[in-house]
């Protein structure tokens, strides 16, 4: 594998991205039908996968981990109106849920990073709460449209890693660091 | 049991779960997913 600088890897990478994003806002509405449009999702998990570098032998985890953060993400949103309905429950519905989410990210971290952490793919943290913050973003709506935005989201990253690291080398690691 | 394997195993519980919290499509969708990657996965 050739090596280059990064700052030969920066600018190629740069080049490569524009038309790949290009191409994931044009095909997205194409797949995806107006009831579960919500293009701007891709742009979270995106960040998210760059900045472990975009590594195709870790995208399957980011992908499962994916799907188990939407079950966190709906545990976190309607376990505060299931406590709001306990009798004798008298605490402000925004510190209820506030509370809520207290009490539910404990077994949440606890299951992905220690007990799933080694024996499963379920173990990207980063990627389930990039999962909730888009769930919370659209009130729990639309999760189809969310799963093909966060899917496409990496998918840029991966192709656009892929492609610079073809078309110019990988960075040299002095560079790189 | 491979990581693969135990992924696709909990990936069916997760769904399931998603039938009742988000929508039942989605939630046979991701319990579907995992039992295809517990079906397939290597060993």
């Known amino acids: 594998m050739k090596e280059c600088t990064m700052k030969t890897w920066m600018t190629a990478l740069s080049l490569i991205f524009c038309p790949i994003t290009f191409l994931y806002l044009v095909i997205y509405p194409l797949i995806v039908p107006e009831s579960q449009n919500v293009v701007w999702a891709g742009f979270v998990s995106m960040p998210i996968y760059f900045i472990v570098?975009?590594?195709?032998?870790?995208?399957?985890?980011?992908?499962?981990s994916?799907?188990?953060?939407?079950?966190?993400?709906?545990?976190?949103?309607?376990?505060?109106?299931?406590?709001?309905n306990l009798l004798g429950w008298n605490?402000?519905?925004?510190?209820?849920?506030?509370?809520w989410i207290l009490v539910v990210c404990a077994?949440?971290?606890?299951?992905?990073?220690?007990?799933?952490?080694?024996?499963?793919?379920?173990?990207?943290?980063?990627?389930?709460?990039?999962?909730?913050?888009?769930?919370?973003?659209?009130?729990?709506?639309r999760p189809f449209g969310l799963a093909i935005a966060l899917t496409l989201g990496m998918l840029v990253a991966l192709v656009s890693v892929q492609l610079t690291n073809a078309a110019v080398g990988k960075p040299t690691l002095g560079q790189a660091t | 049991m491979s990581v693969g394997k135990k992924t696709g195993l909990w990936l069916i519980p997760f769904g399931v779960a998603e039938m009742?919290?988000?929508?039942?499509?989605?939630?046979?969708?991701?319990?579907?997913?995992g039992l295809v990657v517990f079906i397939f996965a290597k060993k």
């Open chain 1, 107 to 141: 077994p949440f971290l606890l299951a992905h990073l220690v007990w799933f952490a080694n024996s499963t793919w379920l173990n990207v943290c980063p990627m389930m709460f990039g999962t909730v913050a888009t769930s919370f973003a659209t009130g729990g709506q």
């Open chain 1, 66 to 84: 994916m799907f188990a953060g939407f079950f966190w993400a709906h545990m976190f949103l309607r376990g505060g109106g299931w406590v709001l």
């Open chain 1, 53 to 64: 570098g975009a590594k195709k032998e870790d995208f399957h985890r980011f992908f499962y």
């Open chain 1, 91 to 99: 605490v402000s519905s925004s510190m209820t849920s506030n509370l």
């Open chain 2, 20 to 33: 009742f919290l988000i929508n039942l499509y989605f939630g046979i969708f991701v319990a579907a997913l």
